[in-house]
C-alpha cells in the first residue's frame, strides 16, 4: 500500500478528514469564485451553515455545462500567481474543458496515482511505460507523476508510434504498461504483427482507463500480454485519472481516494441522492483541490458505490462499481436503454472475432437500428462467405437473447477497423446527422 494509514483508515477518521476539507472548500469557493456565490446565495446557504457531511445534499450541482460557460478561468479559486498547470478535457467537440492546478493539486494528484501504481504491484525497482498521450489529456502527465511520486522509473513513450512501444517495451524489460485498454489491444496487435510475444517478456502488469472497457476485454488483454490489468478511472474536471483504482480483487470494484474527492451517486432524473448499492450517476466534490474546487459536479458516469470492506485487501476506501457506461453514450434502441459496453461484452464472449469492433445507429423509417460491424479472427475469415455469416447470426442471436433488442452484425475482414491510439471511437450516430 502506498498511504497505509489513509487507505486503510477507520470511517471515523476518514470522515472527519472529509469534513474539515470540504469546510474548507466551501469557504473557498464561496469567497472566490462569484459562479458558487451567486449559487450558494440564492438558496440562502452560508459556509459556516456546514455542519454534516451529509449536508452536501442541499447543495446545487455543477454541470459541465457550467465549466463551458465559465471557460476559460470562470471557476478558478486562485489567482495566475497561485496556478502552475492547466490540462484540458479529451472531448473534441465544444469548448474544450479546462483544469487548473496549484502544486499541492498536482502533488496531491501525483499522490492518487502513486496509490493507484502500488495496488498494481508497481514499486521502486519497476518501470513503467506511460503509453496514454502526454500534453493537454490528463493521461499522461498523470500517471507520470503517478511514478515519480512512487520513485519507479517512468519512461514516457506516450501514445502513437506503436512499431517503437513494442520494441522498448521488449528491450528495456518494462514492468508495467499504463495506457487506454483500447490502445493496449493495438499494441498487441502491432507486436504480433512484428513476430514478437508479449506474454514471455518481463512485463506482469498494467493500469487501463480512461474509457469504459468489458471485463471480456480484461481477460484478452491480460493472456495476449500475460500481465494483470488493472483498471484507474478519472477525469479532467476533478483531477484526471487515480480517482479511483482496483486492488487485486478484480471484482468489478474500484477504491476511491475519498480523501481528496468525495463520491455520491444521485439518480440522474429526479437528482436525489441514492443509497450505498444503487446503479446511477457519479457525482464528486473536490476536498483537496485548490485551484478549482468543484462542488457536487455531475460526471455522466454510471457507477453505484459500496462501504463493505474490500475481501481482498485491508484498504477501507470506499469502492465504485466499473463504470457501466456514460449517460452521453447510452443508446436507447426501441424503446432498451443499451450501452456499448454491453455489446462489447457479448462480441467477445464469441470466440470467433477479435476484440475490434464499430457500432453504427441509424434512422430506419421511424425507428432506430443499430448494426455492429466486428473484426473476424484470420483463421475463421478464411473459411469465407457461408461461416462469417453463420457466425454473424450467432452473435445477433446472443446479443438478441440477452439483450432483446436486433442488431445486425457483419463480421468483416481482419485488420479493416481503425485501431485507436488513445480513447477508441466506436460509436457512429448517424441519426441526428
Ligand atoms: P472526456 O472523455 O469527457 O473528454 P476526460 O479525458 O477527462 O474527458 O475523461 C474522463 C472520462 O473518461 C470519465 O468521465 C469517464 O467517462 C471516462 N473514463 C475514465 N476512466 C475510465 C475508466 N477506468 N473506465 C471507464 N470510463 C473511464
Ligand atoms: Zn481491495
Same mark, same amino acid.
Given at each position: 500500500?502506498?498511504? =497505509? ?31 458558487? =456565490? ?7 446557504? =452560508? ?38 498547470? +492547466? ?177 455520491? +451517486? +444521485? ?54 462499481? =466499473? ?111
Amino acid at each position: 500500500m502506498w498511504n =497505509k494509514e489513509v487507505e486503510t483508515a477507520q470511517l471515523e477518521q476518514m470522515q472527519s478528514w472529509q469534513l474539515a476539507r470540504l469546510r474548507e472548500n466551501l469557504h473557498r469557493v464561496y469567497e472566490n469564485v462569484p459562479f458558487y =456565490k451567486k449559487k450558494f446565495d440564492h438558496i440562502g446557504f =452560508k459556509p459556516g451553515d456546514f455542519k454534516k457531511l451529509s449536508d452536501l445534499n442541499g447543495l446545487p450541482f455543477t454541470l459541465k455545462n457550467d465549466l463551458r460557460d465559465n471557460y476559460p478561468f470562470g471557476l478558478s479559486a486562485l489567482p495566475m500567481s497561485e496556478i502552475t498547470r +492547466i490540462q484540458a478535457s479529451s472531448g473534441t467537440t465544444g469548448r474544450p474543458i479546462i483544469g487548473t492546478y496549484t502544486s499541492s493539486d498536482v502533488s496531491n494528484w501525483g499522490e492518487c496515482c502513486a496509490r493507484a501504481l502500488t495496488a498494481s504491484g508497481i514499486g521502486k525497482n519497476d518501470i513503467i511505460q506511460v503509453s496514454y498521450g502526454y500534453g493537454l489529456f490528463t493521461g499522461g502527465l498523470g500517471l507520470h507523476g503517478g511514478g515519480e511520486t512512487v520513485g519507479c522509473t517512468v519512461l514516457p513513450t506516450s501514445s502513437g508510434i506503436t512499431e517503437r512501444q513494442v520494441t522498448m517495451m521488449r528491450d528495456l524489460g518494462v514492468d508495467s504498461l499504463c495506457c487506454t485498454p483500447s490502445y493496449a489491444l493495438t499494441i498487441a496487435d502491432k507486436a504480433n504483427e512484428m513476430g514478437i510475444d508479449i506474454a514471455p517478456l518481463k512485463i506482469r502488469t498494467g493500469c487501463f482507463g480512461a474509457e469504459p472497457w468489458s471485463d471480456e476485454m480484461r481477460r484478452e488483454i491480460e493472456t495476449r500480454m500475460g500481465i494483470t490489468a488493472h483498471n484507474i478511472y478519472g477525469l479532467t474536471e476533478m483531477m484526471g485519472p487515480g480517482m479511483s483504482f482496483t486492488c487485486n480483487s478484480h471484482d468489478g470494484w474500484l477504491h476511491v481516494n475519498e480523501d481528496h474527492i468525495y463520491p455520491e +451517486i +444521485i439518480d440522474p432524473v429526479t437528482e436525489e441522492t441514492l443509497p450505498y448499492g444503487e446503479i446511477g450517476e457519479l457525482v464528486f466534490t473536490a476536498l483537496s483541490r485548490q485551484a478549482m474546487p468543484l462542488i457536487r459536479y455531475r460526471t455522466r458516469d454510471i457507477s453505484a458505490l459500496d462501504r463493505k470492506p474490500c475481501p481482498h485487501c485491508r484498504r477501507t476506501l470506499i469502492k465504485m462499481k =466499473k463504470i457501466m457506461g456514460r449517460t452521453d453514450d447510452m443508446l436507447i434502441i426501441s424503446g432498451v436503454n443499451v450501452f456499448p459496453s454491453q455489446i462489447e461484452s457479448l462480441l467477445l464472449d464469441t470466440p470467433e472475432v477479435e476484440p475490434q469492433y464499430v457500432i453504427v445507429v441509424r434512422k430506419k423509417g421511424h425507428l432506430d437500428a443499430l448494426s455492429v460491424d466486428v473484426e473476424a479472427k484470420a483463421h475463421i475469415y478464411e473459411q469465407g462467405q457461408d461461416i462469417i455469416r453463420e457466425i454473424a447470426k450467432k452473435v445477433e442471436k446472443h446479443i438478441h437473447g440477452v439483450i432483446g433488442i436486433h442488431v445486425a452484425v457483419r463480421l468483416v475482414a481482419p485488420r479493416s477497423i481503425q485501431r485507436s491510439e488513445g480513447k477508441a471511437k466506436r460509436v457512429f450516430d448517424t441519426r441526428n446527422t
